[in-house]
């Protein structure tokens, strides 16, 4: 449950994975609690995040460097 808690809390479930936590979190005041530190465990990330400028190109460079550490190279 704590990996969904935290998949919760990041938003990275899909739609009935985040129905069930919602339906649980109805019913548990334990996980309720739980969810409660996580989220205040998660919070100096969020802090940090919005803080963080991300560099204009950064994901296509990324993904060109990754694409060129992995190409095979040449036979020439």
Do not use: K, W
């Amino acid at each position: 449950m704590h990996n969904e808690l935290i998949g919760y809390l990041l938003g990275a479930l899909d739609a009935s994975e985040h129905l069930a936590i919602d339906q649980h979190l109805e019913s548990s005041a334990e996980a309720r609690l739980q969810l409660e530190i996580l989220r205040r465990c998660l919070l100096p990330l969020e802090i940090a995040f919005e803080q963080c400028a991300v560099p204009d190109g950064l994901a296509r460079r990324t993904c060109l460097r990754i694409r060129a550490e992995f190409a095979e190279p040449s036979q020439e």
